[in-house]
């Protein structure tokens, strides 16, 4: 079983940047592609970004140039760094993970719980 913990949401500028984390417990992430999800108010959750055990990464083409993704692998943990935040960006920020070895969208088989972004203007 993998258990999976956001931190680093809050309240935000727009214009700012943060770096969410996603630590992952319960057993090694070795293997797991970890991915990051976000759900805006009334809106369905949407895939951002992922990266597998190797380092390959997937950002989402509207994303690519304000969104990267990392995790260090000894910490069992995977970072999103996002810059120039807008409104837009407010949502549940999700991680998640899956043992398919290719980074993208799709089903994940564990989720945390989330970290609020909001980002005001």
């Known amino acids: 079983q993998v258990q999976l913990v956001e931190s680093g949401g809050g309240l935000v500028q727009a214009g700012g940047s943060l770096t969410l984390a996603c630590a992952g417990s319960g057993r090694t992430l070795s293997g797991y592609t970890m991915g990051w999800f976000r759900q805006a108010p009334g809106k369905e959750r949407e895939y951002v970004a992922a990266i597998n055990w190797s380092g390959s990464s997937y950002v989402i083409d509207s994303m690519q140039d304000r969104f990267t993704i990392s995790r260090d692998n000894a910490k069992n943990t995977v970072y999103l760094r996002v810059n120039s935040l807008t409104p837009e960006d407010t949502a549940v920020y999700y991680c998640?993970?899956?043992?398919?070895?290719?980074?993208?969208?799709?089903?994940?088989?564990?989720w945390g719980q989330g970290t609020q972004v909001t980002v005001s203007s």
């Open positions: 998640a993970a899956r043992q398919y070895t290719i980074p993208g969208p799709g089903r994940y088989d564990y």
